[in-house]
């Protein structure tokens, strides 16, 4: 590959210069900073970058958000400490999934059969009550199904089936899952 010749094509950030300055000056140290532990300083922080928050969002230290603006959680979703949303192109993350400790949704990568190394982006869509369990990472372009769980450091690289347990790298179904109701309770 040729380095030398890389460009990012027709990509663009989204925003404009200003904008991504605020974001990389203050916005991301604000976000990550372990001495402001609340979680709606860290919410509002995102809204004001243009992030779509829902309510009862939790978010704890640590956590990497490249574009804001390009990031959309739902109501009442947990983000563990030290997650990376790396977020080239949009991130989605519907109500009701806990998004556990360092892990890492990868929305970009390179084509590595192109002389120039070119960029590629592609979504994350994470449909509701879904588990990304902590060290997982989830590449570009995958959906993850409705209550889906992807196990501890499993990489998940094509799309998840709903009410599925997956583990491994890459991921693998390994079981259904079958919530726990309050009949079998």
């Not at 922080?45 to 309510?55: N, S, T, V, Y």
């Not at 929305?107 to 590629?120: M, S």
Request: proline share 4%.
């Amino acid at each position: 590959m040729r380095l030398d010749r890389y460009t990012t094509g027709d990509y663009t950030t989204g925003a404009p210069i200003w904008k991504q300055l605020l974001w990389y000056f203050i916005g991301t140290p604000i976000l990550r900073s372990y001495l402001i532990p609340f979680s709606i300083i860290k919410v509002n922080i995102l809204r004001w970058f243009g992030a779509e928050i829902g309510q009862g969002v939790r978010i704890k230290t640590g956590v990497r958000v490249k574009f804001p603006w390009r990031l959309i959680i739902k109501d009442f979703v947990w983000i563990g400490e030290d997650v990376w949303l790396d977020n080239l192109a949009l991130i989605t993350i519907e109500s009701h999934c806990c998004i556990s400790q360092s892990v890492y949704l990868c929305t970009g990568n390179h084509d590595w059969g192109d002389r120039d190394f070119a960029l590629i982006t592609a979504p994350i869509y994470i449909e509701s009550e879904c588990w990304i369990a902590a060290r997982a990472t989830i590449a570009a372009g995958v959906r993850v199904g409705k209550g889906a769980v992807l196990g501890l450091g499993s990489v998940a690289t094509r799309s998840l089936e709903p009410m599925t347990i997956y583990s491994g790298n890459p991921a693998i179904a390994i079981k259904l899952r079958e919530p726990k109701t309050d009949a079998n309770l």
